[in-house]
Every structure is written in structure tokens, then in C-alpha cells.
């Protein structure tokens, strides 16, 4: 595993005590190696099935990742030598992860948290995040079920942290009485790569009109023991079940807007029943269609995109490059420690980037790698964009999303 970012905060919070619900599956996993040495976050609580409830998590665990789980902390490290004397005060017992007793996925067991991270398997998600959000618990997911709730903002943190501006609307609704109970979503993995050079070229050219993503991606998106060997060795699987319609629509609502009121999104961003793709919502509509296929890679998302721009005419290769590079999110410019220092690091080189030697990028699989930017024929624009899947794609947003509540205080 690459080096871990360097902490980009001039001045981190208090530290706060959090939990991660499927702590035992590919995503809770990837949670643990970035939270154990998280600035601020220290894992208090975790979480999994009946099967793994009640043991130590290394007896509960298949770990799969490549650093060694005896070593790892529970973080809250802080930035510098006193802080990390303090923190090592505050977890008196200074145990290891590995040690942690899993507990079941229900409220009562994670009270001491200030926030719940969920991994957990989309078959249980719904019912239990829900659960969690009624007990007045601050809930970041990984998980679908909720991605399509008009109320509940499903949130790439490099592209769309405005969403957050929906919570009081959702917990009017759904927990009038309580202050910190809601639920915050990311997106589907695939989603998560393609749509963050998708923002920073709306951004710096203003709306795109059609794009056509095809991806390959990797086996670890179908989480352990996912995909079997005999299926997907030397081999390519031309379908995901459900994957290019959740691509199509999160894309909409994670570039689309909220309405003035802030109760709502409006109708670019929220996937109704009878959401028009044609209706303009604040901006001209976007068409997005998408291949998805299987290949075997272990990590990393890898889509091949292509685009048209409204305005005419459209910029040139060199003018996205650019655009692409100079790409700056707020969760940086903010100080969220987790967030990449570059959020696109954009190749010159014609075979570039490839899964197995650029995944992780230069930033520990937060940013994504985007590459033979050039003209389309056919459209404007194409390019090739890699992510890490269960980084940036999964339990890295999650922790960017949550660090940013925190700075905004969302969470407290
Ligand atoms: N892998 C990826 O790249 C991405 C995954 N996601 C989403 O994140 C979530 C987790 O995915 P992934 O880690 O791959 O899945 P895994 O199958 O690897 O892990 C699932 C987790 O859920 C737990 N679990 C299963 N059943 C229950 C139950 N009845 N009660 C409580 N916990 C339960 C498992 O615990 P136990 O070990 O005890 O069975 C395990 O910790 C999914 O919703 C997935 O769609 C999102 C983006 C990317
Ligand atoms: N389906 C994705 C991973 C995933 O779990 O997606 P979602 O969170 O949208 O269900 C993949 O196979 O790579």
C-alpha cells in the first residue's frame, strides 16, 4: 500500500469518536486502514453480522488488505507530536482494531459514537441506516438504498458537498425532535470516478450535454468473495447487474442543483418517477448512457469517456487538460485531511493510467487519474479516467464527507 496523505489542516477539531457498520466487508475494511491513522476520527464501535458479532474483529475479519491489520491504531492521531500524546490519553486503553469486540449493527451498541460509517451489504442497509438515523446517529453510507431519496443527498465530496444544505429538510422529516440524526449517501463507485472530471469541466466550460461512459471495472467492486475465478479469469463479463442505471441517474443528481427553498432538488437532480431527461432544471439536460463491464482487475474503476458540450464552440484537448489539472474542490481548499492535495492528476503519456500502476495515484486513491484527453469524432471530447474503487469509490468519500460536516458543523 502507497504512503498515507500528509494531513492539510492548519487547525483539526476535537477529536471524534465514530463507528463502522460492515467493518468486516471490503469497503468496512478500507475504512479501518484509513481511520487508524485519521487526524480526528478514532474508531470506537464496529459493526457486522450475527456470524461475526461478539468475536475479536481479527477473528471476525477475512483481511485482504495489503497492510498488515496487528499494527493498526484506532486513530485520532492528530496533526503533531502533542496532539498525539493527548489522543493516546483519550483511548486510555490503547488497544489495536484487531482487538475490538464486533458488536451487532443496532443503535444501542454504537451510542458513544458522534458518527456511524456504513459498509454494510445494500440486502440489510436500508432497514438498519434508518435505525440508526431514528436513534438521533449521523450516518455516512456506501450502501444504494438511499441514494435515491429526494431528502437524503447523495454526495461525491470532490463535486457536489453543497447537498448538505438538504439535512435540515430531511430531519424535519424524518426526526423533527432530534438534532443529529440523518443519513448521508455517496455514490455508486463507477459514478464516483467519471463524475468528478465530469464537474470540473462543467465547471470550467460550462454545461455538458451527452455523455457515453464505458467502463471496466474491477473485482473488488463486488465486494469478498464477489465475482467467482472461473467467471472472470481471462475473461471480460459484458454486465453489472443495475450498474449503468445507477450510473445514468446518479450523475443527474449529483451535477443537478437543489431548489432556492433548499427542500428539495430540482428536477435535473432528482431521478422522480416522472423525471423528464429533456425538462431543463436550471440547466440544459443532460443524456448519459453507460456500458458497464467486468474485467479482472482487482482495484481500480477504469472508464473510457466521451462528451458534448453546450456551448459552441466547444474547448479544445489542451483547454480540458488544463481544466482537468487545475480542478480544485472545496473539501480541499476547506482543509478536509482526507481529501486529495490534487484532485485530478491528468496524464500526458498515451498508455496511461493503468489499474495496476496508478490506482493509487499520488494520493493514497483519493484523486482519480485521467488520461489521452483528445478530440471525439463523434462528439467534443474524449478521455480515460481511473479511480480506486473502494478508496475514492467508496470509504474515502464516506470520511470526506463526513470530515466535511464536521468543518461545516453538520456534525459536532
Ligand atoms: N466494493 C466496492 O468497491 C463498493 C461497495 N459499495 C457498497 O458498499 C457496501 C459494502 O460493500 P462491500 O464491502 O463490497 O461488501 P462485502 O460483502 O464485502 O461486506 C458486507 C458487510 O456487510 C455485513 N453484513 C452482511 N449481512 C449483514 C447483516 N444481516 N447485518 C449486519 N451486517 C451484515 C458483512 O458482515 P459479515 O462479515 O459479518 O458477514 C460485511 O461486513 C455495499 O452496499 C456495496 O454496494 C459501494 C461502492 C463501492
Ligand atoms: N456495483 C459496483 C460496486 C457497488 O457496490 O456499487 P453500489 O454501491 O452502487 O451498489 C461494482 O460492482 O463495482
Excluded at 440544459?284 to 458497464?292: G, K, M, T, Y
Amino acid at each position: 500500500m502507497s504512503s498515507k496523505i500528509t494531513p492539510n489542516i492548519v487547525s483539526p477539531p476535537k477529536k471524534i469518536k465514530v463507528g463502522i457498520l460492515g467493518a468486516t466487508g471490503t469497503v468496512g475494511q478500507r475504512f479501518i486502514t484509513l481511520l487508524s491513522d485519521h487526524p480526528w476520527f478514532i474508531i470506537e464501535a464496529l459493526g457486522a453480522s450475527e456470524r461475526s458479532k461478539g468475536k475479536r474483529y481479527r477473528e471476525a475479519v477475512k483481511w485482504k488488505q495489503t497492510i498488515p491489520l496487528g499494527g493498526l491504531g484506532l486513530g485520532g492521531i492528530g496533526t503533531s507530536e502533542t496532539e498525539k500524546i493527548s489522543s493516546t490519553d483519550l483511548r486510555s486503553d490503547d488497544r489495536r482494531v484487531g482487538d475490538l469486540i464486533v458488536k451487532g449493527c443496532i443503535p444501542e451498541e454504537f451510542k458513544a459514537c458522534q458518527l456511524v460509517f456504513s459498509g454494510l451489504d445494500a440486502d440489510v442497509a436500508g432497514d438498519i441506516e434508518s435505525a440508526f438515523r431514528s436513534a438521533n446517529i449521523s450516518l455516512f453510507s456506501n450502501a444504494k438504498n438511499y441514494r435515491r431519496d429526494p431528502h437524503v443527498p447523495l454526495v461525491v465530496p470532490l463535486v457536489n458537498p453543497s447537498h448538505f444544505s438538504i439535512i435540515p429538510q430531511q430531519q424535519r422529516l424524518h426526526s423533527p425532535s432530534l438534532s443529529k440524526g440523518f443519513i448521508v449517501t455517496n455514490a455508486n463507485c463507477s459514478t464516483t470516478g467519471y463524475v468528478i472530471p465530469l464537474a470540473a469541466l462543467e465547471k470550467a466550460f460550462g454545461p455538458i450535454e451527452s455523455v457515453l461512459v464505458t467502463t471496466m471495472q474491477a473485482i473488488s467492486g463486488a465486494g469478498y468473495p464477489g465475482v467467482p475465478s472461473l467467471d472472470i479469469l481471462g475473461n471480460v463479463v459484458p454486465y453489472i447487474g443495475g450498474e449503468e442505471e445507477k450510473i445514468e441517474w446518479e450523475t443527474l443528481k449529483i451535477l443537478g442543483g437543489i431548489t432556492d427553498s433548499e427542500t428539495e432538488f430540482d428536477k435535473n437532480g432528482v431521478p422522480l418517477k416522472t423525471f423528464d431527461m429533456h425538462q431543463a432544471g436550471g440547466r440544459p439536460a443532460l443524456r448519459v448512457s453507460a456500458s458497464c463491464n467486468r474485467v479482472p482487475v482487482v482495484d481500480g474503476h477504469m472508464e473510457c469517456v466521451s462528451l458534448r458540450f453546450h456551448r459552441r464552440p466547444p474547448p479544445s484537448p489542451q483547454q480540458v487538460r488544463e481544466a482537468l489539472s487545475a480542478f480544485t474542490p472545496e473539501v480541499q481548499t476547506l482543509g478536509c485531511p482526507s481529501a486529495p492535495r490534487k484532485a485530478i492528476e491528468v496524464f500526458e503519456e498515451p498508455d496511461r493510467p493503468q489499474p495496476r500502476l496508478d490506482v493509487k495515484g499520488t494520493h493514497n486513491g483519493a484523486g482519480v487519474s485521467v488520461g489521452r484527453v483528445r478530440q471525439c469524432q463523434v462528439l467534443d471530447i474524449k478521455f480515460v479516467v481511473l479511480s480506486d474503487n473502494v478508496s475514492i469509490g467508496a470509504a474515502t468519500s464516506s470520511i470526506i464527507n463526513a470530515e466535511y460536516a464536521v468543518l461545516k458543523g453538520v456534525v459536532s
